[in-house]
């Protein structure tokens, strides 16, 4: 397929079998950096027994009864919610106490075995330099240091959450864990240029800012013709989809996940806002996981469903001070670390 860059006019020809067909996706011109859009989409055909008649506004109207019960119902399945691996939350309460060091992490570490051999795993990665050289927990945190290993704790607990595959949103078996981990790299990446301060927290948050998709994925599954005929005029994004059939968006029903497994509002608020950053009130973490994600997004990784039916903020690059340029070598430094870590995991 050609296409033309609109800024540069540069012209490219894009192989068929790479096009995500039915799908509207952008990417950076590798010229100029300016977003080229394509629109792959068709209005689809109606769903069997459904009037031929019937518009996107038919049927947001159909579902809009039905929309606060089900919100209900969402909220109410929190509950069965699975737990969020213990070491990891006392982990987290141990990196935030500053009266707290090594020994203690190891001890909490070392009553997860599971956990603590994946720590061990990506400690010993080329990745670090340090292949086959790292013997326990304790040395892992002497010669990688406190917040490397809490960064390796966060990734060994959240893998067993964001992991598997996702039927509604057309994720297959880790490709969310593959965009999560690019997703966090990018942040990190991000917050040391904008406010180093941010970093470890901006890494969290990117590995799990979509477990909200864990939470609507059935509810999706259930009610893809809903979300076709919203989408098919190519008007409306995927969050809008969410918020008119299912009366949540991924990023808030994620927040109220936070709340169950005692996430820190440092991080429900950016998970949260991740995709809406000007709602969040100037809050820094949820530009920068906005940016990242949009990165992960725009390259391909973890895209299902809805794929590139999300719009980037267009004021977050000036907020966060980043230039097209810089774009191409974090979104290209964060998938590189990304693949480093999961080879270990």
């Given at each position: 397929?050609?296409?033309?860059?609109?800024?540069?006019?540069?012209?490219?020809?894009?192989?068929?079998?790479?096009?995500?067909?039915?799908?509207?996706?952008?990417?950076?011109?590798?010229?100029?950096?300016?977003?080229?859009?394509?629109?792959?989409?068709i209005t689809p055909a109606?769903?069997?027994?459904?009037?031929?008649?019937?518009?996107?506004?038919?049927?947001?109207?159909s579902?809009?009864?039905?929309?606060?019960?089900?919100?209900?119902?969402?909220?109410?399945?929190?509950?069965?919610?699975?737990?969020?691996?213990?070491?990891?939350?006392?982990?987290?309460?141990?990196?935030?106490?500053p009266?707290?060091?090594?020994p203690?992490?190891?001890?909490?570490?070392?009553?997860?075995?599971?956990?603590?051999?994946?720590?061990?795993?990506?400690?010993?990665?080329?990745?670090?330099?340090?292949?086959?050289?790292?013997?326990?927990?304790?040395?892992?945190?002497?010669?990688?240091g406190?917040?490397?290993?809490?960064?390796?704790?966060?990734?060994?607990?959240?893998?067993?959450?964001?992991?598997n595959?996702?039927?509604?949103?057309?994720?297959?078996?880790?490709?969310?864990?593959?965009?999560?981990?690019?997703?966090?790299?990018?942040?990190?990446?991000?917050?040391?240029?904008?406010?180093?301060?941010?970093?470890?927290?901006?890494?969290?948050?990117?590995?799990?800012?979509?477990?909200?998709?864990?939470?609507?994925?059935?509810?999706?599954?259930?009610?893809?013709?809903?979300?076709?005929a919203?989408?098919?005029?190519?008007?409306?994004?995927?969050?809008?989809?969410?918020k008119?059939?299912?009366?949540?968006?991924?990023?808030?029903?994620?927040a109220?996940?936070?709340?169950?497994w005692?996430?820190?509002?440092?991080?429900?608020?950016?998970?949260?806002?991740?995709?809406?950053?000007?709602q969040s009130?100037?809050?820094v973490?949820?530009?920068?996981?906005?940016?990242?994600?949009?990165?992960?997004?725009m390259?391909?990784?973890?895209?299902?469903?809805?794929?590139?039916?999300?719009?980037?903020?267009?004021?977050?690059?000036g907020?966060?001070?980043?230039?097209?340029?810089?774009?191409?070598?974090?979104?290209?430094?964060?998938?590189?670390?990304a693949?480093?870590?999961?080879?270990?995991?």
């Amino acid at each position: 397929m050609k296409t033309e860059c609109a800024s540069c006019k540069k012209k490219y020809d894009i192989p068929e079998e790479r096009l995500p067909r039915g799908k509207k996706f952008s990417f950076l011109c590798p010229s100029c950096k300016h977003p080229i859009e394509i629109d792959l989409r068709i209005t689809p055909a109606p769903a069997k027994g459904m009037s031929p008649s019937i518009t996107p506004e038919a049927v947001q109207a159909s579902e809009s009864a039905e929309s606060t019960a089900l919100r209900q119902k969402i909220l109410k399945s929190l509950k069965d919610l699975p737990p969020m691996p213990q070491v990891l939350m006392k982990a987290r309460e141990i990196m935030d106490n500053p009266n707290s060091g090594f020994p203690e992490l190891s001890r909490v570490l070392e009553t997860d075995q599971a956990i603590a051999a994946k720590v061990l795993r990506m400690a010993n990665s080329p990745y670090y330099g340090l292949s086959g050289k790292v013997s326990s927990i304790q040395h892992a945190s002497v010669v990688l240091g406190f917040k490397t290993v809490g960064e390796l704790v966060t990734m060994a607990g959240s893998s067993s959450v964001v992991g598997n595959a996702l039927e509604g949103y057309e994720l297959e078996a880790g490709a969310l864990w593959s965009h999560s981990m690019a997703v966090a790299f990018g942040s990190r990446i991000i917050a040391k240029k904008k406010k180093p301060e941010l970093a470890n927290d901006a890494f969290s948050a990117g590995l799990i800012h979509d477990a909200g998709k864990l939470i609507l994925d059935k509810h999706v599954a259930q009610r893809k013709p809903a979300f076709e005929a919203i989408l098919g005029d190519g008007e409306k994004t995927f969050l809008d989809a969410e918020k008119e059939i299912l009366g949540f968006d991924h990023g808030q029903i994620a927040a109220e996940a936070c709340k169950k497994w005692n996430i820190p509002a440092t991080l429900a608020i950016p998970i949260q806002y991740h995709h809406d950053p000007d709602q969040s009130n100037g809050n820094v973490l949820s530009y920068i996981l906005h940016v990242s994600d949009s990165l992960a997004l725009m390259s391909g990784i973890g895209t299902g469903i809805d794929g590139m039916l999300y719009r980037m903020d267009e004021k977050a690059l000036g907020f966060l001070g980043l230039t097209a340029e810089d774009l191409d070598a974090i979104i290209g430094e964060a998938v590189e670390s990304a693949e480093h870590m999961q080879k270990d995991l």
